[in-house]
């Protein structure tokens, strides 16, 4: 399928999800996430239109940024290692991974003007996955305070690898009465009203559920394999 076609269909989907539920589909950011194609197909998805590009690795980034031109907003959403904090910072517009207390510390200390950030929390405690509790939340926010340079816009999550539809929207829905619990707060460093949940498998229920920014990867790139004439 040609990545055009698949775009088409993504933004049909949101918008139908949207409709459904009476959301306006332009409070959504779709976030291509370009981690495993390459730099032409992401050229690609920004000629038609996209204007928010996802990357998980600092790598990954700088060749995307070498070769695309046009102005789009960059979001790092991989775990990011402390030691690339000072190379990474400056080149996106988005840290969506913010998930312990060094990194905090260590992007206060390199960015130069406030980082809009997500903390990611690990709804579904599985270990694999990286975040703070949601019971950590609130002593997270609170020390949040005396770092200038972490702004952050809200909370990000992935949902368990499952078939269980019902499981992985319990996640999501907890990821909002996390959220909402912060943003009652009206903390100024950090007024969390953004929501960054649902990939390719999970976008519609992400949406319903009260996502603000999903991030799409194989859906709308397809697989550096397929062809895209
Ligand atoms: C890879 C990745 C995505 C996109 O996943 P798809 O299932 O390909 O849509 C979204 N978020 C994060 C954090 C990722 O690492």
Known sequence: METKQRLAIIQ???NETCKKIGRNPEDITLIAVTKSVSSKRAQTLVDLGVKDLGENRL???LD????IQEKVNWHFIGNL???KVKELIHKID???SLDRMSLVKEVNKRASEPLKCFVQINVSGEESKSGI???EADTFFEQLAEYENVHVIGLMTMAPNTEDESEIRSVFRSLREVRDKITAKQLPYAPCTQLSMGMSNDFMIAIEEGATHIRVGTALVGSESEEDE
Do not use: M
Request: hydrophobic share 15%; charged share 25%.
């Open 81 to 83: 290692q402390t030691r």
């Open 59 to 61: 790598e990954g980034l």
């Open 64 to 67: 995307k940024q070498e070769n």
């Open 94 to 96: 988005c840290l969506h």
């Open 12 to 14: 049909q989907q949101i």
């Open 133 to 135: 509790t949601p019971e």
